[in-house]
């Protein structure tokens, strides 16, 4: 069966500090991996999205980047956090066709201060 | 251009209540429609899908039916319980690489 993992689950961070999220899949080859990020009381907002090693694809022009250095692996980083970049951060992964429903992670929550 | 539009929240209920939560959608084509569940502190689960108009997607006591002709996937239950308390989300798939959702739904189950 598939699995997918996040880590940290917590982060507490300064302004103005580097950022590195993780998330790897397990049980599923060549995935469509994405991040969103939930703020307090809102939806979801998608921020990256990849179809294979190395291809990354943005949805919201920000100081956040992502890296796809494995098949299974998607990285958020930042050289830099903002306040604003306070929220939850879920990765997910699908297969196929985007017809086909996301599968997401535990999430991380991420405190700027 | 593809989006969703939910009902606004919070819902609060009695426990065996009926809920509905409703959505409706634009989309280009046709696309997939889902109803995603999201439990305090925990990540987003799938709760239910349909893929084509008139189909009817079910899971722990929830329905919701693809409507084509009125572009909804309205949540039902008929009974709600306090394990049902949760943000609720209705998405959309179609022709991009990613899901559009909206902006949520709580749901708070009393007893």
């Known amino acids: 069966s598939q699995t997918i993992h996040q880590w940290p689950a917590t982060l507490v961070q300064p302004v103005g500090s580097p950022l590195s999220l993780e998330c790897t899949v397990e049980?599923?080859?060549?995935?469509?991996l994405y991040w969103y990020r939930q703020a307090a009381g809102r939806g979801l907002q998608l921020l990256f999205y990849s179809v294979g090693i190395g291809q990354i694809s943005s949805e919201v022009p920000q100081n956040l980047s992502a890296s796809r250095p494995q098949d299974r692996q998607f990285i958020l980083s930042s050289k830099k956090l903002l306040l604003s970049d306070s929220g939850f951060y879920l990765c997910?992964?699908?297969?196929?066709?985007?017809?086909?429903?996301?599968?997401f992670g535990p999430g991380t929550r991420l405190t700027v201060l | 251009g593809n989006s969703v539009t939910q009902m606004e929240g919070p819902v609060t209920l009695s426990e065996e209540a009926f809920l509905t939560i409703n959505c409706t959608y634009t989309?280009?084509?046709?696309?997939?429609l889902f109803w995603y569940v999201q439990y305090p502190g925990e990540g987003l689960q799938l709760l239910l899908k349909?893929?084509?108009?008139?189909d009817k997607g079910s899971n722990k006591g929830f329905e919701a039916t693809y409507r084509k002709e009125t572009t909804s996937f309205h949540l039902e239950k008929g009974s709600v319980q306090v394990s049902d308390s949760a943000v609720y989300f209705c998405?959309?798939?179609?022709?991009?690489?990613?899901?559009?959702f909206g902006t949520g739904t709580r749901l708070t189950v009393i007893p």
């Open positions: 049980g599923t080859s060549n995935p469509n």
């Open positions: 998405a959309l798939g179609a022709g991009a690489n990613n899901l559009f």
């Open positions: 989309a280009t084509g046709y696309p997939s």
């Open positions: 997910a992964w699908s297969v196929g066709t985007i017809y086909n429903e996301q599968f």
């Open positions: 349909a893929t084509k108009a008139d």
